[in-house]
């Protein structure tokens, strides 16, 4: 029943190592997030996905790579990890609404990096 | 581009006290304005939206906030504050046309005393 869900909610790695981490929506929504938290609590956007599009890409290193199979899902895959990229990545879904596609977002519940 | 600023870092209340977190907002045209809570360890839950319409909006918990144009200003209140209510909370801008990412302001951790 979980409207977005993100696997894993724990990932602990070595520098140097390549990840991945799965986002779901089971919301029906057409657009897709990731949102890098870190140490602070400060969140950024880093990339968008609109019925599978890439739409939003924020100054992100080019290690990050996005890929929505369908509009249901976005990955995030990361090379070559570093110590800098320990954070809290969060997934949200939103749906055009009012014309705007910041109408409403919906969190998973994130996924916890840390690089070792 | 849209900005958020939330000045307090913490806010330290005692429970039963009543409770305003601030938030301002940069935004050229009529913004979408959000309020959203995460407790430790846990994602971003929504407490409140402002699209149009009413200035004072009702969220869930018992929260509300008002959207004040001429201050750039959606702050939110809760009259009396609980134990459970202790969490970071986020003010966030987004854009009310087209492709808009929604902003983020930098979190008011809240702290609840008995």
């Known amino acids: 029943d979980t409207a977005v869900s993100q696997t894993p909610k724990y990932l602990v790695t070595q520098m140097g190592n390549d990840k991945s981490i799965k986002c779901e929506q089971n919301?029906?929504?057409?657009?897709m997030y990731w949102y890098k938290q870190d140490s602070k609590k400060f969140l950024k956007i880093m990339f968008s996905?609109?019925?599978?599009?890439?739409?939003i890409n924020e100054t992100v290193p080019n290690r990050f790579s996005p890929k929505s199979p369908d509009k249901a899902h976005l990955n995030l895959h990361i090379n070559s990890l570093e110590l800098g990229d320990s954070a809290v990545y969060f997934c949200a879904s939103s749906q055009m609404g009012q014309g705007s596609f910041s109408y409403g977002y919906t969190f998973g519940s994130g996924t916890r990096l840390t690089v070792v | 581009a849209q900005s958020v600023t939330q000045p307090d870092i913490h806010i330290t209340v005692s429970e039963g006290a009543s409770l305003e977190l601030r938030c301002n907002y940069s935004y050229g045209a009529t913004p979408y304005l959000f309020w959203y809570v995460q407790s430790p360890g846990q994602g971003l839950q929504l407490l409140l939206k402002y699209f149009s319409g009413d200035t004072l909006v009702q969220g869930i918990k018992g929260f509300e906030a008002e959207f004040k144009r001429s201050q750039s200003s959606f702050n939110l209140r809760k009259p009396s504050v609980h134990w459970s209510d202790a969490a970071e909370y986020f003010c966030a801008v987004g854009g009310s046309t087209g492709f808009q990412k929604l902003v983020f302001g930098t979190g008011t951790r809240l702290l609840v005393s008995p």
């Open positions: 919301l029906g929504h057409d657009t």
């Open positions: 996905y609109n019925n599978k599009e890439l739409i």
